[in-house]
């Protein structure tokens, strides 16, 4: 054997014997930590789609990353202190993904293809001690208690869009009174005025209670949140609700406060509905009519309501319909409204637990005056796979 044959051979023994050796701490139904004293099980999704969007003056198809939910890959370390206590951990990252669906805009030549992401980003890092009577304390970069609590919802269509302008929200509004795109958002218009999403933050669950689960977090920007949930069964109906309260006062000069929640019938009917508002602090944020202190006289808030269909179609899993009337109103300045009617499917994959959805969404927006905007259609397909 020829000596460049013979480094071949080794460098090829080498790296299969460093690759396979760390798979020997492995064992049948989950993944060992480095000094074994914790469960470890690793998980995380791919998700790619397809948006068409038509803003009036430009169109134009784009393969994108996720937008309600992305790609992404978790790790979930759990272990047991005492008798009374357990410790788990969340350590997330979002995946650089070759389209960002949060930057896709057809202005001002109809030919922009979005950002691209290079590099992989912490979503979540946090430490949590429950108790098994006095409730949950989280540490960490986490969700907030606040945090979706006015987006409860019956109809089993989150995976694929949680609020109105969520998708094509980077979309420029054309202004088809001086024929030029706009400095204006979809998305900027279209706010859910939920609560404080993923922060730095120390939280506190207290224990459920008769169907009731309620947290309060606090940042390490000063600001403060409660969340409320709800759950039960009545007969034949299934509830649940959501109401929070989002205090970024030194932080932002913002707080925001909700209500959401969904009734569904064993035929699998549903109707769902938000309502959310936003009260601003004194000083400038760059808002239009000087400043966010509400005396432009907004009133910053948005709501929903939506209705739904769950039904077993196929032996692929269940398939639920929604079709959705959102109307955000004085987001970023006083009589600047956005409507937004949306229609959804999203067929569960049962056998390999993964999704697949498909939505078309119309927005119309009205500054107040008599200047025309166009309106912007999207339609979206997106495939979700879990591992």
Known sequence: MSIQNALKTSVAVG????FTAPITTAEAGGIKNQNGKLNLTVGGQIVRALLYADDGEHSQTFHTDGISTGTRIRFIPTGQLTD??????????????SNDPSGIDLGPNGDTVGTGGSAVGERIADIAFSHKSMGKLSIGRGNTASNGASEVSMSGTGAIVGGPANVGGALMLYNNTTKAYSALTVGAQGSTFDGNSRASRVRYDLPKFAGFSTAVSWADDGAWDFGARYSAKYGDVKAKFGAHYMDES???????HGISGGLEHVSGLNVNMVYAGAIYADGADGNLNGGNDNSDGRDANTWKFGLGY???????????????????????NVSYDLDTWQLMAVQNLDSIGSTLGLSYHHYEFSDGTTTDYNDIDVVYFMTQLKF
Do not use: H
């Open 250 to 256: 030194g932080a932002t000069g913002i707080s925001t």
């Open 310 to 332: 769950k039904a077993k179609l196929t032996a692929l899993g269940q398939t639920n319909f929604a079709v959705e009337i959102w109307e955000a109103e004085d987001s970023t």
């Open 84 to 97: 009374t206590i357990k410790v788990g951990a969340l350590l997330e990252f979002d995946v650089a993904n």
């Open 15 to 18: 790296a299969l014997l460093a």
